[in-house]
């Protein structure tokens, strides 16, 4: 299947720093998602991008939605230790087809 | 107010024996999912209801079976887990399933096989 490259795959950071991470693919997708997922539990959505050029807040977290249709980021501000855990993007190509990237594990420290 | 319920949260079975995971939802979506997830690793999509039309990912193994008997109710049902089975289990929906919906994950199911 087409594939998400998402970069980086581990982020250490201290408390208070901004965080940026990305997701590309050679594919054309309709939607990006991001999504958090915290030990033991089901990811939760984040952010929803539907329009290529798509800016999109969400308090401190911020995601675009790339112009080629092909990439989305996603930055944090102001880091806190609650913001540790994995951040997924995920792009739907189509119907019922959403890709996943490999995950972001972020750790912040106090 | 949770919408993706999943139960039990973590399901210990042995080698071989069948088990069930359950999933309900209170969005009345049309589409449910199975996903599976192993450690460190992104969800992987085993199979989607639309409705009561099943639709099976072609690398799903036929050891997993599904079962939607009304809208708001899905099941996960394993005939004979093998170690390798063992994962974290994810429920999702979504409204049509379109390429512009967005898919809601329960909390998920931890399955041990001993």
């Known amino acids: 299947g087409q594939q998400l490259n998402q970069s980086p795959q581990s982020m250490f950071i201290q408390e208070g720093e901004d965080v940026s991470m990305n997701c590309t693919s050679s594919s054309i997708f309709n939607t990006w998602l991001w999504y958090k997922q915290d030990p033991g539990e089901g990811p939760v959505l984040l952010i929803a991008l539907y329009k290529a050029g798509e800016l999109t807040s969400n308090g401190r977290l911020t995601a675009q939605f790339g112009i080629t249709r092909k990439d989305s980021f996603l930055n944090i501000s102001a880091s806190i230790p609650s913001d540790v855990g994995i951040y997924f993007c995920a792009g739907q190509l189509g119907n019922n087809d959403m890709r996943f990237g490999a995950g972001t594990r972020l750790t912040v420290k106090p | 107010d949770a919408m993706v319920i999943q139960n039990p949260r973590y399901q210990v079975t042995q080698f071989g024996k069948p088990v069930t995971l359950s999933c309900s939802q209170t969005l009345n979506h049309n589409v449910m999912y199975w996903y599976q997830q192993k450690s460190s690793q992104a969800p992987k999509l085993l199979f989607h209801?639309?409705?009561?039309?099943?639709?099976n990912e072609a690398d799903t193994p036929d050891n997993f079976q599904s079962r939607r008997p009304n809208t708001s109710f899905c099941f996960l049902d394993i005939r004979s887990p093998g170690l390798g089975d063992a994962a974290m289990y994810l429920c999702?929906?979504?409204?049509?399933?379109?390429?512009?919906?967005?898919?809601?994950f329960g909390p998920g199911t931890r399955l041990t096989v001993l």
């Open positions: 209801y639309y409705d009561k039309d099943f639709n």
């Open positions: 999702a929906t979504s409204r049509e399933g379109r390429g512009t919906d967005t898919q809601y």
